[in-house]
């Protein structure tokens, strides 16, 4: 049985293509050991009470695929943090915290999101903290959908802006904070998304071997995952 793991599909109802290539790869793994959704799954997501017909499609596919007996697991990203337990009750998935450790084929593998590697950015560290609060998220879920939806609409432009004038490596995951968190979850083998910069990287670290895979940023013509089964954990691309 095989497990496949994605992220940063940033679906919206403005790129049909992509959610109509998401929903086909959601059709061919029925069946399949367990689908690993690791964050920015929607380009945002104001909370659980937000509906309409791309949305109900969206949630319709994953509980097909769940209901054809595939696990579906799901872990908030940073633009889809507000995703809660209506969602997850209504397709079939289960929430994963960020970070998880799994194990695949007898080895533990540590998943996450990938954007608390990024400690470099301090501003948009600060912001994570301020978004991932639970009060906060309370707060916020009780205010009318409409200004929930205001709001996301002035974040989105801000952060367009500000990653304008971020250089790359600052917009980067910082190696040190990699090798804290592989080495606190006692792993050798790390899976994440977020930085669209999708790769597959070897190398020594106090007489161990590492690995991070990074899963790449989906679009309209085609996506990114990550097959993991008996002959090993790949990373592919895929087109539509």
């Not at 061919?28 to 109900?56: K, P």
């Not at 633009?79 to 929430?95: E, H, I, N, V, Y």
């Not at 979850?185 to 190398?203: E, F, N, Q, S, Y």
């Amino acid at each position: 049985m095989t497990s496949y793991f994605i992220s940063d599909l940033h679906l919206e109802p403005e790129h049909p293509a992509m959610t109509e290539g998401f929903l086909a790869l959601l059709q061919r793994l029925h069946g399949e050991e367990a689908l690993y959704i690791l964050g920015d799954f929607f380009e945002v997501w104001m909370g659980d009470d937000f509906e309409n017909d791309f949305v109900r499609t969206v949630k319709d596919g994953l509980k097909a695929l769940s209901d054809s007996g595939t696990q579906v697991f799901l872990m908030p990203g940073n633009r889809d943090f507000l995703l809660g337990d209506l969602f997850c009750q209504q397709t079939g998935a289960q929430m994963l915290e960020d970070p998880t450790t799994v194990t695949l084929n007898g080895e533990a593998v540590l998943l996450m999101h990938g954007d608390s590697l990024c400690t470099q950015d301090v501003e948009y560290m600060k912001i994570r903290q301020m978004f991932r609060n639970p009060a906060w998220q309370q707060e916020f879920l009780a205010k009318p959908l409409e200004e929930r939806i205001a709001f996301a609409r002035y974040v989105r432009a801000e952060s367009q802006s500000d990653q304008k004038m971020k250089s790359n490596d600052i917009m980067d995951v910082t190696p040190e904070e990699v090798v804290r968190c592989m080495t606190g979850a006692g792993v050798r083998t790390l899976i994440h998304g977020h930085t669209h910069r999708p790769d597959d990287h070897h190398w020594q670290e106090n007489d161990q071997s590492l690995r991070r895979i990074v899963l790449g940023d989906w679009s309209d013509t085609g996506g990114w995952l990550i097959r993991a089964d008996e002959q090993g954990i790949r990373l592919e691309s895929f087109d539509f």
